[in-house]
Each structure stands twice: as C-alpha cells, then as structure tokens.
C-alpha cells in the first residue's frame, strides 16, 4: 500500500456531529465504563479522567505502559493540488518541506500573531494531510482552514467522525506493538506515520505521543476501537500496560514540560511570548496569515524579552496551580500557567511564566502565592523529565 492511500485505508463513512449540545462519546465509551473509569466532560467529550490511582497510570507509562483514549482529538484532512500551498499560508510552519510519511508540529495563528491552536500535520501523500487539532480548538480550527482555503485550488475536510485515536505510550510500548503488526516500527521515526494493520485492524500507524516517552498513537476507523484496544490490552498484559485517563496524560505532558492549549498557549500569546518562536519559518516562500504581526512579535522579543516560560519545583509539599502568582522581592514576577503533583519527582511542580531576571535555573527567592503564602520554589529548566534513549 502506498502512502497516498494512507487516509483512505483508515477512513469509512463520517456519522453526523450531533448538535443537541449532549456530552459526545467516543466509540470506547462502553468499555471505558466496564473498566470503572472516572469519566469527566472535556471539550465536550465523556472521557475517562482515571481508572484506578493516577499515580500508578503515570508510573505505569514512566515504566512499563499505557493505553489511552484519544478519540476527542480533531483530525482534519486537507487535499488538492494546493493543499501544500494553503497550508503553507494558514499555518506558521514550513508544511510544503514535510515529506509523505512525516509529520510536523506547527502552530495556526491569527493575523495579529494570537495563536489559535497547536498542531500536528501529517502529510499523507503528495496532496493529502491530516490536521490534528486540541479538541477544545477542532471546530476553530476548521472553520479558519475553510476560511483560508478561499482561492486555492484544495478541499478542507472535517473527519473528526472518520477517526477513533488510540495511543500506547511508554518504554515497552515498541515490544507490545511489535507482537500485533509486520509494519516497520524500527524503521518509524519520531514524528513519522505509515500505513499498516494493527491486530488485523487497518491504521495509521504514527510515532507521537504526548507524554515524554516513546510510543504511537493509532488511527483507526471507530467501528474497529474496541477491537484493537482489546488486543493492545491482551498483548500488553505480561508487561505492565494499564489503561490510562486524561489526568495522568496531563501531569506526564507537565513533567515532559509540554505546552497545553488553554494554558501555556492562548491567543494573547504569540509564538515568540511563548517561546516556541523557532516554529514560525519566514524563510518559507509566499504570504501567511500572521506574518506582519510575527516579525513585529520577533523583533519586540529580541530589543525587550518577554516572560520566560520556566519550571518550578517546590521545597515544600503544597502544589501549585494555574494562574497563582510567582513572586520574588514581594514583587509579583510571573504566573504559574500549570501546577501539579510530579509523581516522578515526587515533588510539586509547575510551568510559569517569569520575567527574564528570574528565569535562570538556580535563582534564588523565588516563590508561588498559594493563597496569601509564599511557599519557596526552586527554578529549573524545561524540562522536568527527559527519557534515556
């Protein structure tokens, strides 16, 4: 199978969106129950927030295994014979330059340089992609591609419907994928995908993943969800795989110092104020929506840093959350954008903005406003978590 059919291996008859407003389910939404799973609304999704102890879910990926759920995630497929070029005009990134089979992470702003989104593009074929946008932002997303797409010769497709999303994530994740699939995982790079069957199950077969390790994440038609997440579970059982819930995916994407849409990334940012400003590629030929606003945002943080996007490690045991005040001098000096338990560390942490005089690792002074009290943090650099390769 060649790489062009790569969508369509995956892809089968999209079921209407609801639009009565009711929570909307993923097809594993049966099975998370039976397992006990904790559910919670996100994005206006019913998913499993936890299954047992957090903990464990997160020491689980950190050492052995994890299965997750990502159904909720918002794939979009962008084909045409312009689809390279509208991409290269809606999005910050150089997509033109991914070859088939590689993905990139980029980022959609506004024309004010706001970011709208993080994301990753697969590039399925010589013109076909696959957008994959954060949940929250899938519908935003959408509708500025079809806004943007006025004048090239390209079609925006929502296949939010078309896709169920599995990962398994963690150190023995290649052995478990390996007894199910003849596809080339040793040859699969980091941010790569190919086609393949899974347990008999068409996919899309990519290496990404969201929480520090390696791992792959499966796109597969959702009426085989259920299927695969049985098989994956039946073939990790010698080797520790657990299921895994939305809170433990969180705090191993804070360890691995990842920025979360909502949080570390908003539209008040740009690219640069978030200091991800290596993915805008002005080098790239032609227009894109934010470019003005970008070289002024580029040039602002050369003459006057913004806030530094830092880690937080706590002295003491109180854990810090989003939008508490970072301190130094009785001055306020930053914001904490997310805080949680580390249960690698077994500290808390936290991501923050600071201002630059206080964004070297080691300064001294600096604490977190928990509720009237400044509780002592050490600054660290990003991230809290590399794996050994």
């Known amino acids: 199978m060649g790489r062009n059919d790569l969508a369509r291996h995956c892809l089968g008859r999209r079921p209407t969106v609801s639009s009565t407003g009711e929570l909307r389910h993923t097809a594993l939404d049966a099975l998370h129950r039976s397992l ?6 996100f994005a206006g999704w019913d998913m499993p927030l936890r299954y047992g102890s957090e903990r464990d879910e997160h020491l689980a990926v950190r050492t052995k295994a994890g299965l997750f ?19 290269d005009y809606a999005l910050v990134g150089n997509i033109g330059g991914v070859k088939p089979g590689r993905a990139r992470y980029t980022m959609i702003c506004r024309a004010d ?43 925006v497709r929502d296949d939010r419907d078309a896709y169920a999303l599995l990962a398994v994530q963690g150190p023995q994740s290649p052995g478990i994928l390996k007894s199910l699939t003849d596809a080339d995982l040793d040859g699969l790079k980091y941010y790569a995908g190919l086609p393949g069957t899974v347990a008999g199950v068409p996919a899309l077969i990519a290496r990404t993943g969201y929480t520090g390790e390696d791992g792959f994440e499966l796109f ?25 819930g939305l809170s433990c995916r969180d705090t191993l994407r804070l360890e691995a110092g990842m920025p979360l849409y909502g949080h570390e990334l908003t ?5 640069f104020d978030a200091g991800l400003g290596r993915v805008v590629k002005f080098e790239k030929e032609g227009d894109f929506v934010g470019r003005e606003a970008l070289r002024e945002a580029a040039a602002r943080a050369e003459q006057n840093p913004p806030r530094v996007l830092v880690g ?13 005040a970072v301190v130094a001098g009785g001055e306020v000096i930053g914001e904490v954008t ?8 077994g500290k808390p942490i936290a991501i923050a903005y600071v201002d630059p005089a206080h964004a070297a690792p080691g300064t001294s002074g600096v604490g977190v406003d928990i509720r009237g009290s400044h509780e002592p943090y050490e600054v660290v650099a990003l991230p809290f978590y590399k794996r050994q390769k």
């Open 312 to 324: 937080l490690i706590a002295e003491g045991r109180r854990v810090p959350r989003a939008g508490y």
């Open 113 to 155: 340089g706001g970011i709208l989104d993080d994301l990753i593009v697969y590039r399925l074929g010589e013109t076909e992609y696959m957008v994959v946008a954060n949940a929250s932002n899938a519908q935003v997303v959408l509708d500025a591609l079809t806004e943007r797409a006025a004048g090239f010769d390209a079609e």
């Open 69 to 87: 759920d990502l159904s909720h995630m918002g794939e979009i497929t962008v084909t045409g014979p312009q689809a390279a070029a509208l991409l």
């Open 36 to 41: 006990g799973a904790t559910m919670t609304d």
């Open 338 to 345: 997310s805080g949680a338990p580390s249960p690698t560390l």
């Open 267 to 271: 539209t008040s940012l740009t690219p």
């Open 220 to 244: 597969v038609k959702p009426e085989h969800a259920v299927e695969l997440w049985q098989a994956l579970t039946k073939a990790g059982e010698g080797v520790g795989l657990v299921p895994c």
